[in-house]
């Protein structure tokens, strides 16, 4: 009877945070290759964007290589260029964090590039 419990433990513990990690990483993009960048405007301000060589999201209703960089702090703005702009020169891997969807474009949070 205690086997029984504990399995019914294990089976609700399973179903209840099961959807919770998965919704997690639906906003996470990993061992992405970046083969372009461009800026947006040009102003002080302006984000810019980058395509990756897979389409991994569907903003915009169909799927999108297309990514979009903001930032309020002008350094903020100015490592996640470089860092874009590092992986695409050493053909390094990036990883991101998505905050939703402008247009075509995903809005990324934060930028991180592998080998």
Same mark, same amino acid.
Request: hydrophobic content about 40%; proline content about 1%; charged content about 25%.
């Given at each position: 009877?205690?086997?029984?419990?504990?399995?019914?433990? %294990?089976? @609700?513990?399973?179903?209840?945070? !099961?959807?919770?990690?998965? *919704?997690?990483? &639906? +906003?996470?993009?990993?061992?992405?290759?970046?083969?372009?960048?461009?800026?947006?405007?040009?102003?002080?301000?302006?984000? %810019?964007? @980058?395509?990756?060589?897979?389409? !991994?999201?569907?903003?915009? *209703?169909?799927? &999108? +290589?297309?990514?979009?960089?903001?930032?309020?702090?002008?350094?903020?703005?100015?490592?996640?260029?470089?860092?874009?702009?590092?992986?695409?020169?050493?053909?390094?891997?990036?990883?991101?964090?998505?905050?939703?969807?402008?247009?075509?474009?995903?809005?990324?949070?934060?930028?991180?590039?592998?080998?």
């Amino acid at each position: 009877m205690k086997l029984l419990i504990q399995f019914g433990f %294990f089976i @609700f513990t399973a179903l209840t945070f !099961t959807p919770m990690v998965n *919704g997690a990483e &639906s +906003n996470e993009k990993n061992n992405l290759l970046v083969i372009s960048v461009y800026q947006i405007e040009d102003d002080v301000k302006a984000g %810019f964007d @980058f395509f990756t060589s897979k389409k !991994t999201h569907k903003c915009g *209703g169909k799927l &999108s +290589n297309r990514y979009r960089s903001y930032s309020d702090h002008k350094e903020v703005a100015e490592r996640k260029f470089q860092l874009i702009l590092t992986a695409l020169n050493n053909q390094n891997k990036v990883s991101l964090k998505s905050l939703g969807c402008e247009g075509r474009a995903l809005l990324v949070d934060y930028i991180g590039i592998s080998r």
